[in-house]
DNA sequence: GACCAGGTAGCAA
DNA sequence: TTGCTACATGGT
């Protein structure tokens, strides 16, 4: 086993564990001692995952980050967690609204995550029209039945399923897992990504609205899917996926942004947010609004 | 037993 | 283009 520790002293802005990866961003970490989503995890919680067939854990003890892995991972963790994400520059250079500056003093710590492209493209297929701790329950229970079985220091993880071993899953069966309607889109997806037709990763290359419109074309993504994996995977800071909080909170907070359309709302919204990070303020509001947790 | 949950596909006008 | 509506399932 390798271990590293880093410091989140020495981060910018800090890290909160817990609200970073129970926000409702991530699909694909688990809590070891128990269900996510329900009350406050154990300080001292160790989270995990899988990437690429490499187990990964991290808790937060005395304020540093511990890390464990069949590997060195620390480049890992920095990417997964964004810890070179200048946090405190984020919030400061935020917009000065009131509701916003609610929501970043409410979860000091809590960054973006940077998920691989596949799982979060899968994760928010099934994202529709359920509740966070479900679509958890559903990738779990994708990862349990068709991902590799992983071993590390005497536990069992699972891997998200490639698109090949997702594509040879069908429809009933998927059903059969409680997906509903969403088993199609999820065996279609991973049909078009193993067929090597398209992949979610080639997004990156192009222009915001460009990357959104390319990930529209896989089955059961539309525009708000489409944000969610550009900003949670991709990298693109800017996009602010519509969901129904956010929509509420332009009802309530910012009803001038609101154009009608997904596209012209969606650049009202961007611009009020900040632009280039729109997506991280997007982040703070949905958890703020979502858990009514106000610190 | 309604009502709701990080919406989308398919179809009509 | 824009505006319906059906779609599975489990929790409150």
Request: aromatic residues 10%; hydrophobic residues 35%; negative net charge.
């Amino acid at each position: 086993m390798e271990t590293g520790t880093i410091p989140t002293d020495d981060l910018s802005g800090g890290l909160d564990l817990y609200r970073t990866l129970e926000s409702g961003q991530t699909y694909l970490w688990r809590r070891a001692d128990g269900d996510m989503y329900t009350g406050t995890p154990a300080p001292e919680a160790w989270y995990y995952t899988v990437v690429d067939d490499t187990p990964l854990r991290v808790r937060i003890r005395d304020g540093v980050l511990e890390w464990e892995s069949t590997t060195d991972a620390e480049p890992l963790v920095r990417r997964l967690l964004r810890l070179d994400d200048d946090l405190e520059a984020i919030v400061d250079a935020a917009p000065d609204d009131p509701l916003l500056r609610e929501a970043y003093d409410a979860h000091r710590g809590m960054r973006l995550v940077e998920d691989p492209p596949f799982g979060t493209l899968v994760s928010f297929i099934c994202s529709a029209q359920m509740r966070v701790s479900r679509i958890h329950d559903m990738v779990s229970t994708l990862a349990r039945e068709y991902g590799d079985e992983i071993r590390f220091d005497g536990e069992q993880y699972y891997a998200f399923p490639t698109p090949d071993q997702l594509a040879a899953a069908t429809e009933a069966e998927l059903r059969e897992l409680g997906l509903g309607y969403r088993a199609p889109y999820v065996v279609r997806t991973a049909e078009m990504v193993a067929e090597d037709e398209v992949h979610p990763a080639a997004a990156r290359d192009l222009e915001y609205e460009a990357a959104r419109e390319y990930l529209c074309q896989f089955v059961g993504v539309g525009d708000k899917v489409a944000d969610c994996v550009l900003l949670f995977s991709l990298g693109f800071d800017e996009a602010v996926p519509l969901d129904t909080w956010i929509k509420s909170a332009i009802a309530d907070h910012y009803p001038d942004c609101d154009r009608g359309s997904y596209a012209a709302t969606s650049r009202a919204i961007r611009g009020r947010l900040g632009g280039e990070y729109a997506g991280y303020a997007q982040t703070y509001l949905f958890h703020h609004l979502r858990t009514g947790d106000d610190g």
